[in-house]
């Protein structure tokens, strides 16, 4: 079963924030969070294990609530490197560590 | 940094025929896997691979699709007979077994 992603688009002027949420019916095992530019693979942000755990990459920050079944992406100050697709890939704990994508969410940050 | 490599960039084949697309992971890594994106979407599974084995497969990995690492190093995707819907991005990723996969820059598919 898919994550629920949203929203599906964003447009933010450099230095404003946004969030992306991504939800489940059922408690995950955990929340991994991509960004892919035009063209190019997904790079891995971070990852979120524990319910209540707060992860940060540069200014990006997300949460996993305590149920385990919502993660938020925090773009904050956004610059426009920050551009780009934004996944959360889900695990609910299967041996092979395979994820299931969200539809994505565009983020377009201008000047 | 070590990472993740694919080869060919970019493949166009005509619908029917046989592509295999290749892929070497981390080395060090156990767990392979193989995703593919069509043009807008999102990226979705199509394999899992340890032990020299297939762990899980989606329902979109049906018979014209084998998965192969047939050295210490290579791991390949063979499509037999592609067909039109088959165009997409395909993404090879592996994981160490710390649960972070890391992506390959893709092989861009066109079926003609």
């Known amino acids: 079963q898919q994550p629920v992603q949203s929203p599906q688009a964003v447009i933010l002027r450099e230095g404003e924030d946004a969030v992306i949420n991504c939800s489940s019916s059922?408690?995950?095992?955990?929340v991994h969070w991509y960004r892919q530019k035009h063209g190019e693979a997904p790079v891995f942000l971070m990852i979120?294990?524990?319910?209540?755990e707060q992860m940060r990459h540069e200014k990006i920050s997300a949460s996993f609530n305590e149920k385990k079944q919502q993660s938020s992406l925090y773009l904050t100050a956004s610059q426009l490197s920050y551009s780009g697709t934004y996944f959360c890939?889900?695990?609910?704990?299967?041996?092979?560590?395979?994820?299931?994508f969200g539809a994505g969410t565009t983020v377009t940050v201008r000047a | 940094e070590p990472e993740v490599t694919q080869t060919p960039s970019h493949q166009v084949t005509q619908m029917g025929q046989e592509v295999i697309l290749r892929c070497v992971p981390i080395s060090n890594h156990l767990y392979f896997y193989w995703y593919r994106q069509i043009l807008g979407q999102k990226v979705e599974f199509l394999v899992s691979f340890y032990n020299n084995e297939i762990s899980e497969k989606s329902e979109i990995f049906d018979d014209q699709f084998s998965v192969e690492r047939p050295d210490g190093s290579n791991f390949t995707l063979k499509i037999r007979s592609t067909k039109l819907e088959d165009s997409a991005m395909y993404f090879c990723?592996?994981?160490?077994?710390?649960?972070?996969?890391?992506f390959g820059p893709g092989t861009r598919l066109t079926v003609l």
């Open positions: 059922k408690a995950l095992y955990s």
């Open positions: 890939g889900t695990d609910k704990g299967s041996n092979d560590y395979k994820l299931s």
């Open positions: 979120l294990l524990k319910g209540g």
């Open positions: 990723a592996s994981t160490g077994g710390d649960y972070t996969q890391y």
